[in-house]
Nanobody
Framework: QVQLVESGGGLVQAGGSLRLSCAAS????????MGWYRQAPGKQRELVAT???????NYTDFVKGRFTISRDNAKKMAFLQMNNLKPQDTAVYYC?????????????????WGQGTQVTVSS
């Protein structure tokens, strides 16, 4: 089965930086889009950034110029470098990957989510 595991969250002061990592494991054939989402208390989960297999990136307006998404296809990993963090960036950050995997003698396509990693930015 496919699993995504995030790491790198923590507590940081406003203006500081964190780097999140997401590692995928399992019978993965290829990974299409990798993305980071976040969910603050009492709010819906929202898109932060995505990166395609061709390295095209997309950022939501509130992180442009501060966050950078990247990927390592050989290691099946996604990264989110977060600089100049603000208290409003406080949330649980989730990794998402759209991928093709092998299961039950067949190739399948699905989206998978990690368990989330907490990012807390103090003022």
């Amino acid at each position: 089965q496919v699993q995504l595991v995030e790491s790198g969250g923590g507590l940081v002061q406003a203006g500081g930086s964190l780097r999140l990592s997401c590692a995928a494991s399992g019978s993965i054939v290829s990974i299409n889009v990798m993305g980071w989402y976040r969910q603050a208390p009492g709010k819906q989960r929202e898109l932060v950034a995505t990166i395609t297999s061709g390295d095209s990136t997309n950022y939501t307006d509130f992180v442009k110029g501060r966050f950078t998404i990247s990927r390592d296809n050989a290691k099946k990993m996604a990264f989110l470098q977060m600089n100049n963090l603000k208290p409003q960036d406080t949330a649980v950050y989730y990794c998402n990957m759209g991928l093709i995997y092998y299961s039950g003698s067949a190739y399948r396509h699905s989206d998978f989510w990690g368990q989330g990693t907490q990012v807390t930015v103090s003022s």
